[in-house]
Structures are given as C-alpha cells and as structure tokens.
C-alpha cells in the first residue's frame, strides 16, 4: 500500500479548541470563586436551563476524555480501583471518581450540585449516585425515556421530560436562590440553536470530495457544543468554523490529497490513541462521517424553550430506537459516499457497543459495506493493544482497496 | 422441608414447563424482569413465564465485556422463541435495554419495552409509569386479541398477592434468628413461582410442612446481587457452612416484599407497586436500596454480606463500594465474588465463600 505522502492537515478553526477549553475551565472556577454555583452535568443535560439560571456546568465525561488525551489520566483511574471501582466500568466514571477521591483540586471546580439525565446511558444513574455518595453534594437524577417513536417527542413522554426540566429549576431556585429569566432562557436557546444550525451545516459538506473536514476536526470541534450551549463563543467558533471549511470546499482542498477510502466511524474517538486517525489518513483513508458528532446538534425553537429542551435530551443520538437510528446510518452511506465503516467496541460503553454487531450486519447485508470492528477502550490506555489493531487496519484498507 | 419433586425438577431446567404449556395450547409470554407486572398478562388470559440465562452460553451477538446474564438471556430467547407468542423486556440497565434493539432486528414475535423510569421516588415517574402500563395493556389487547377489564384485572391482582403472601410468610419464618427455611429451598419456590401456573405452585407451597428440624449452617448472611437462577450458587453457601438468611435480590425478596393495594384504579395501584417497592440496583434512588438492605440486616440477624456478582454487571458494580462503605461503619464485613459463568468457576467461588464465612465465625 502507497502511503499518503504530504502531511494531513487539521483545520485553522480546530486549532483554536484547546485555548477555548482552558478559557472554559477558567471562566468555570472564576465563577465558582465569586460563589456562583457549578453543576456537574453528564454530557446531554439542559445546560441552556443551568446558563440561564446562572449555574455553570462542567462536565466530568469531557474532563476524563481531556485527562486521556493529554496523558494524565492514570493515576484517577487507579484512585477509584484502590477505592473498589471495578476496572470493567466506564474509565470516565472512573476517572472522575479518582479525581473526587483524590481531593477534587483541579481543573474541576467541586460541584453545588449533581445533574444527570439518563440518555445516553444507564450508567450515568449509577456514576451520579457514587459522585454524590462520596461529595454529599444534592443530587438530581432526571429520566428520559427511550424514544421509541416520534410520537414520543409530542405526547406523554415529552410532557414527563418537560415537569422534570421544572422540577430542576424548582431545585435550582431552592438551593440557590437564583431565578429562572424566561427571556434570558429564549435569547440563551436561541444561542444553542444557532451553533447546532452551523454545526449541522458544517457537517453536510463532509459530502463533497475531498472531504474538507476529518475525524481529528469533527472528534475535536464537538466541544463547544458539550458543555458551551447557548453561549455566544461557541456560536462565533462555529461561525469561523463553517466559514473555513466552505472555503475549503472552494478551492477544492480536502483534508487529504489523495482520498481514496471515505469511511463512517462508528463509537466515541480513543482519546488517548488519538494519532489512530493519523494512521487512517496517512493510507489515505478519511472520515467523512460519525454518528458521535450528529449526535450533539439539535435545533430548538426559542418560543417554546423547555419543550425545545426536553425534546433535544430526549432524542440525543443513543436514546432513539434502532430503527430510528439503522435509518439514519444508511442515508448517511449515500450521502456521504462511504466505502466502508470502522466500528470501535468500546468496553467502557455497553450501551454503545451491545447493538453494534447487529447495525454492523445490517450496514453489510443491506448496503454492502465492509466493517471493521474493533475492542478497545476510549480513555483508559490500558486496554489498548496497538499493534495488533494497526495490522486489523491495514487488512482492512487492502479489501477496501481491492473492490 | 421436602421441595415435591417436580419443583426441584423445574428448576433444574425450567425450560421444560414450555412443552407442558405447548402440549396445552396456553400462550405464553416471555418477561425478562420483575418490573414486569405479571397481573397484566394473567388478566389477558396469558401465561407469564420468566426468562433465565440458565442452560444458554452467551450471545455470539454480544460483545465479551457485557453482562453473560443479560447475554444468555438473549440466547435463550432466541433459541426458545418458537415457545412464546410474545416477549416483553424491561429498560433497566444497560444491557437489558439494548437486549431490545437485538431482539427487534433478531426475533419475528410481538416484543415490548417497558420503560421503566430510573428516578423511581417521584410522582412524575409515578404517573409516567402509569402510561407506561396502559401502553402495555393496549399492547396485550391488540397483540392477542383480548379485552383486559377491570374484574379480570382485579383477580390477578388478588392472585398474585396471595403468591407473594405466601412466599413472604416463609421467608419471614427465618427472622429474629430462627433457623427455620434453608435458602436452596426457599429459592426454589420463588422461581418456581414466576414459571408455573400461580394457583398451582400457591396450592403447592400451602401444603409444604416447614418444621422438620433440619439444620443448616450457622453463619448467617445476607445476600447481594441481581437476579440469580443458579441454585447451585446457594448450595455452595450452606455447604461451607454459612446460611442466606436475607437477601435483596430480583428473584428472592425484592420479588415479593410488598404487595399491590386495593384500589379503584388498577393501573395506578401497579403503577405504585412496580416502581415504589425496593429499586434495582440499576435504579435511584440508592438510599432507599441500602436503607432495604439495613433493615433486612437487622431484621433476619445478619453477619455478613455476600455479593453475587456478574463480571460486568454495572448497577452492582457501583454499589458494591457503597455497600461496604455504609457497613464497615457498623462492622459488618463484606465481599463481592465476581463470575462469568458459575457452573464453570464454582470451585474457585467456593473457595472464597468457605474463606468468608471462616472470618466471619474466626
Ligand atoms: S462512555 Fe458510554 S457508558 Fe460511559 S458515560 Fe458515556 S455513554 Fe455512558
Ligand atoms: S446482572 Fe446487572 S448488568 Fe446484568 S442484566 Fe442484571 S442488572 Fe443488568
């Protein structure tokens, strides 16, 4: 196999990512030091609700995928395993729960309180209740249902979502006085709105050849869209974002010179085997598409902001039925042209990866597009055997490149 | 006591009362869970029947790192289908969630998720729980061509209290101490009762003499976990010498610890029974679990706790460290024995059994 010769390359905009997280957690323990409260969020809970009641969320999942990129995420997970968290269970549960456990001084400002809807996960229930049993900090623990149909999103389930969204703001106002500014809450969702728009936008182009935006782009430009909702950074970011990449398509350049495989990834990025997408790129195979990063844009209508809401954590990418979402993987394959999927069997995420092998079969079945499916986990580096999953990779792109 | 044979049969394979329901023209419907309200599919005629990992390896169809039970759960429906006429699973963690888009895309049978909310201690749930059954209901209904009214309704409930009755006042028979029921036995009949006909195993159970003076082991334990189906893991207790005197398990107490009101409404009765009694460990809210777990220490005279865990079984997982937390502080001691497959690793869960109930009784 010729290898990609010219170095890939990673957008002007993504560049700018790392300064904007460190102005988040900074902004984040400022507001902590002038006695604002912090929540502590899983990742698809309504921080538009939390922003516009001045309680700033951080997110422990970011956190323990940041941890795992940057390299310093062991010495947490082996904090929580002294304390008796197994190792089967999510490293970024673990992560966070050895940060706790290891005296919460960090980049995480302690938490007044603990929000967790359960989405994407079931997990999250019992991550929440551990973070609270070893913190004391008040708990909210929020259901949203398994979006069955899209009749869910207009009937009793999202009514159940939208009491719960008033329950919180009940507790909110209770613990700390603050009030909830239903103007203040339109112009904040409409914020929200507005980079889930440029996202969504951004993304389609990813349909043009070359593709102008890879998998280190997409994997690192979620971010503002985590934890900086309805925030008017994240909207600028975005706007700069689309504005570099549709130049891109202008000129015709794409993250690759040569593009000859364009690939589907199925799974949350390894943060800390990052440079697997290098390895990808360097043979000349890009990412073109990901359910992860469909995943986190949702639009809202500002005249109805808690319905808005609730139907946003209620239809975040994992908590739809597999119908819904097969739908959405094979229009993804004709839109986006793909040649084949790379399906990452994540240990730390069982609801992730307990389906895969079927979506798998039906993607192979139904369209004809070979997959790659490998173990691994996305932030603890030990469970990670590299070589033997770079020749799976390059077994891979060799029937790829012989169709 | 003497369990009938047929009992002890049953649940040595419990897939065999299948070909009895066969051979009878019953249908039968297949429940993961006991979030299930099996009042719902008595009162549309139906037989519930719980489905168990016991005599399935694990999916090919699942990952190695999740759950074997949820896993052999999923084998056994598949490899029984043609038994049922239909399925319900219920959301609860993880893989018992996901065990439903497989089984979608896998299983030609009606199936049905109930959803079953997490936050379990609130009247939003409460009513969303409500809806929840209904939906079931009306899917019963249609699926099966059947009208559920409320007389019907009122007699399963009737019937399913009396079994729950039942099987409460034995387990009671071992409080304050008393060595009365061994937990091999006792188990026996709680499965057997979410597989036969209930007024079959209730007109059973009432004939059962339950003082003949037997003794078991005197260490007595309470036991952790989820579900489990394999007797032999009792067996290994009461051979080393100690005694599941309590236990907060999906097939033991938590089964049967409290019963469904008297009410006008039926639905907002089991909509209060299902999601009020003791949560899952894959539930909030988690005092109320360890609060359960306290009472049933102090109540049976508990020594020790014994966790039976599935490798990967998250809820249990996580909770297993809060256990041991909160009983350290009153110098009970625990232990979590993890497994994939315990009729494979039975001699090394042994050996940490016999090694428990040898610190606790020095
Ligand atoms: S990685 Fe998976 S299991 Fe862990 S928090 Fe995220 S969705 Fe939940
Ligand atoms: S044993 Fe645990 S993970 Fe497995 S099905 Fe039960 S609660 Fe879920």
Redesign the interface.
Known sequence: MSLQRKKSRVLQTTKKIGELIMAYFSQTSDAKAQGKPVAWVTVFTPVELLYAMDVYPIAPEHFGAMCSARGFILDYLQEAEREGYSQNLCSYSRCSLGYVLSGTSGLMPPPDILVTFRNSCDVYVKWWQSLHMHLGTPLFVGETPYVLTSEDLDNYVLDYVVKQLEQLVEMAEEKFGSRLDMEKLADIVRLSDKASELWLETLKLRRFRPCPLGGRDSASDIFPLVVMQGTTEAVEFYEELLEEVKQKVNMGEGVLENERFRLLFDGIWLWHAFDLIKYFEDRGAVFVYEPYSDAWAYRLDASKPLESIARKILAMGLNVDIDIRTERFSESIEEFQIDGAVLFSNRSCKTWSTPQLVTADILNKNFNVPYLLFEADMADPRQYAEAQIKNRIDAFLEVLGER | MKIPIGIRDLCENPTEILNRYEDSGVKVIGFTCSYVPEELIISAGLQPYRITNIGANTSA???????PFASATLENIIKHEDFFSGFIVA?????M???Y??L???IGKPLF?L?V???TD?E??L??FR??LMRFKKFLEKNFETRIDHSALFSSIELCNESRDLLKSIYVLNSGGEYKINAFDRFHLVLASMWMPKPEINTQIKALNFNNGETYGDVRLHLNGTAIYDLVLLKTIEESGGFAASDDLCTGSRYFWSNVEKSEDPISALSNRYLKRTPC??????EQRLEYINFMIEEFKVQGVLTFAE??C??I??????I??MLAKKGIPTM?I?YENPAQEIGRIKTRVEAFIESISG
Not at chain 2, 61 to 67: A, E, G, I, K, N
């Open positions: 169809l699942t990952p190695s790192f999740v759950c959301h609860t963690c993880d893989p969630w996901r065990l888009d497989i979608k895309k896998k998720l959803r909310p997490h936050n609130n939003l749930s009513d969303f809806m929840e460990p894959s539930h909030a809210p988690l490798g990967f998250d809820p997982l996580y909770d297993s460290v809060h041991r937390n979590v993890d």
